[in-house]
């Protein structure tokens, strides 16, 4: 049972450290996946041990976006478990939270765009549907606790965080230029070129909350 057990550990190990090396590589240029070889290379491994791990490179990131899921979804989760106070307060937090968790993980948003055109599509079905099944337990989770924190009816809380997401990735695709873009003196002048993701989303988020709770003093 203890080497089994180590075992194990050992393979959750190597997992992490494709995943680290996929990110990393990632982050270099978030417009592309880097290959299975480059991957292999930079987390030190030979190629035919990532096999062993993941069939394809959209497998990989298909992973690397579920754990950052389960991270986002956990934190929510846990905001609103832990908050008190005025409900103006609790959702106040919680957005604030929500920005700097995507401030502090540049690359998610960029990540999860290539989910459903490209990495999902490239999934074999009974990995498509972990994927998902994981999702959605995680969302489940996160609207009850939305729901007790704000006192509000059953499924509620799913509803609003759903289109709080849709609200975020659409606000994002339509600021994401590329660079060559915005580097651009033209594009200087574009009324999209002087809108801050950040800022933008954080009053949307709170506008948004605001209408559909209605007064948020209570």
Known sequence: MVRY???????????????????????????RL??????????????????LYFKTKEQIFAALLSREWDALLAKIEENFAASTGPKEAVVGRFIDGFVAFL???????????????HLEANLPPDEFWRFKQSFSLALN????????ALLIPPGDGLALLLRSYALTRGLYQTLDFPDRVRGD??????????????VELQTALLQYWRGALGDLSE
Request: charged share 25%; proline share 2%.
């Open 185 to 198: 003196n033209r594009f200087h002048d574009h009324p999209l070129a002087r809108i801050d993701f950040d």
């Open 5 to 31: 057990a180590q075992a194990e550990q050992d393979k959750e190990a190597r997992r992490d450290d494709i995943l680290g090396a996929a990110l990393a590589l990632f982050l270099e240029d978030t417009r």
């Open 103 to 117: 401030a502090s993980h540049s690359y998610f948003l960029r990540l999860d765009s290539l989910g459903y055109g």
């Open 34 to 51: 880097p290959a299975v070889a480059a991957i292999a290379a930079q987390a030190g491994l030979a190629k035919g041990t990532v096999y």
């Open 141 to 148: 989770r996160a609207g009850q606790a939305v729901d007790r």
